[in-house]
Structure formats: structure tokens, C-alpha cells
């Protein structure tokens, strides 16, 4: 395989990883109710491999934005400096927050406390890391997709559907249940898939 080629498939794997880990996360209808995460919890396997697998996806996240830029460079153009900064930073969060998140209710669990326990004590830290990460990755996205745009290499209805992505990215944490989950991955489709696609029409 090819560079060009490998960097398609490195920028189509942070979609895709995170789509795995957050399908496998089980579903909280309500995050207030500790009653509903502690049967989610329950599915110990799934919560925990869920969120491992979902922040891993954040960390090639930066893989994948650097793979954007180094096809840009071959034709003398770049991302804003700002993009993969901000990218890493938020990655950075979102990976800690899935992470605090995936170990320590099941941790609690296996000492023989109710997850409640960790929901209860930890809910503020958490929810910060994520409010600051959705933040920080979302103005690198933004800067990404708009950076994307002015280079020409987002193009057509393409960046359109990459910039309503980023905005979606952002707004999507703020629904309070697991769906957000999925409106994060769909964002991110919304943005990485029009960018390989634009990389492809580069070969």
C-alpha cells in the first residue's frame, strides 16, 4: 500500500474506531438516573471495552488529522497551525473522560459498591472534561474543516456536509443521554469521510 493510499485508510479509521467503541458502549437513556447507568454498568464487558476502544478512536484522531495535512504539504499548502494543537488537546480529554469513565464504575462495582457511588462522587470532574474537551476538539475541527475549505481541498457539497459535522460535534455532547454518543460519531463521519474522499480524488 502506498503513502497516499495509507493515509485514506488512517484518515477513515478515527470514524470508524469510534464508531465501534461507542455501539458497543450500552445505551443511557438519562445520565441522571444512576439507576439506568447501573444496568448499563452491569454489562461490565461491554461498558468497559465500549469506552476503551471509543477513546483509543479519539487518539488516532491526531493520526488522522496530521494525514490531512501531509497531503496537503505535497502541494505546498497546510492546515492552520492552530488545527492539530487544539486537536490534540481535546483528543487528550476525550480520551481521559472515556477512559475515568469506562474503569471507574466497574471498578467501584468490583469492590462491591454500587456504580452509583462513582456517578455520584465524580460527576462534576468528569462532565468538565468532557464540556472542556468537546470544546477544544471542536474549535481544532472547525478549524480543520474551514482550513479544508480555503485550500480547496473540501470542495462542493462536501464542505457543507463537513462543516454542519463539526457544528453537530458540538452541540451533540450537550443531549443528556448516551445518544449524544451518536451524534458525535455521526459528526465525525460527517467531516473525516468528505476529507478521505478529497484525499482519494488527489491520487
Known amino acids: 500500500m502506498d503513502s497516499k493510499r495509507m493515509r485514506i485508510v488512517t484518515i477513515l479509521a478515527f470514524p470508524v ?4 467503541g461507542i455501539v458497543l458502549i450500552p445505551i443511557v437513556a438519562d445520565y441522571s ?3 439506568l447507568a447501573e444496568q448499563a454498568v452491569g454489562q461490565s464487558a461491554r461498558w468497559f471495552s465500549g469506552h476503551l476502544i471509543a477513546a483509543i478512536g479519539f487518539a488516532v484522531s491526531m493520526l488522522a488529522v496530521v494525514s490531512v495535512d501531509r497531503n496537503l504539504r505535497l502541494s505546498s499548502r497546510s492546515l492552520p497551525a492552530m488545527t492539530l494543537p487544539f486537536i490534540a488537546l ?9 477512559g475515568a469513565n469506562g474503569i ?5 462495582q468490583s469492590a462491591g459498591d454500587p ?5 455520584d462522587g465524580s460527576g462534576m470532574w468528569v462532565t468538565g472534561v468532557f464540556v472542556a474537551g468537546t470544546i477544544m476538539f471542536g474549535i481544532g475541527l ?5 482550513g479544508a475549505i480555503r485550500v480547496g481541498l473540501l470542495k462542493g457539497w462536501s464542505r457543507h456536509i463537513a462543516f454542519i459535522g463539526a457544528l453537530v460535534f458540538m452541540v451533540a455532547p450537550a443531549i443528556p443521554s448516551g445518544w449524544a454518543l451518536y451524534g458525535v460519531a ?3 463521519f460527517g467531516i473525516f469521510v468528505p476529507l478521505a474522499l478529497a484525499v482519494h480524488r488527489d491520487l
Do not use: C, E, N, T
Not at 456504580?115 to 456517578?119: E, R, Y
Not at 472547525?142 to 474551514?146: A, E, F, K, N, T
Open 104 to 108: 471507574g464504575p466497574v471498578a467501584v
Open 90 to 98: 481535546g483528543a487528550g480529554l476525550y480520551a481521559a473522560g472515556l
Open 142 to 146: 472547525l478549524s480543520l474543516v474551514i
Open 115 to 119: 456504580p452509583s457511588v462513582f456517578f
Open 186 to 188: 455521526v459528526a465525525v
Open 33 to 35: 438516573d444512576h439507576q
Open 17 to 20: 474506531v469510534l464508531a465501534i
